[in-house]
């Protein structure tokens, strides 16, 4: 058995035929140091290990963008699938929730948009709610 502790495995217990088991998937060129071994008994161990910085590492990680939020509004849904390829998102004229603002959060993310607008009603601007 392994134990590796690391920070560029990969979720894919969603994908996994053992629904009690969480799975991850660690890409290739991943450098490994053991920091321990366990006896487990009936010859058994536990390999304990941990993920290393390659001073020249043999592949570049691709970006991770985190999955989306569960939480749905169809009209903030409508006017971020309008503006995918631009480089600006106008939230103005809405009532956004928090939840919402996480959807805005992951799409910036995931589309690589960086330039949002909300046009805060002028109570915000000073900061008050």
């Given at each position: 058995m392994f134990t590796i502790q690391c920070d560029s495995a990969i979720d894919i217990s969603n994908y996994s035929a053992y629904e009690n088991e969480r799975e991850f998937l660690l890409l290739p060129g991943r450098q490994l140091q053991v920091i321990g071994c366990l006896p487990m008994?009936?010859?058994?161990?536990?390999?304990?290990?941990?993920?290393?910085?390659?001073?020249?590492?043999?592949?570049?990680?691709?970006?991770?963008?985190?999955?989306?939020?569960?939480?749905?509004?169809?009209?903030?849904?409508?006017?971020?699938?309008?503006?995918?390829?631009?480089?600006?998102?106008?939230?103005?004229?809405?009532?956004?929730?928090?939840?919402d603002m996480q959807l805005v959060a992951y799409y910036a993310i995931a589309q690589h948009q960086v330039s949002i607008h909300p046009q805060l009603g002028e109570s915000n601007r000073n900061g008050d709610s």
């Open positions: 008994g009936n010859g058994v161990h536990m390999i304990q290990l941990t993920e290393t910085k390659p001073t020249h590492p043999l592949i570049t990680l691709p970006p991770i963008v985190p999955s989306p939020p569960t939480h749905r509004n169809d009209a903030l849904k409508a006017r971020l699938q309008a503006t995918v390829g631009q480089t600006e998102l106008d939230l103005s004229g809405g009532n956004w929730s928090a939840d």
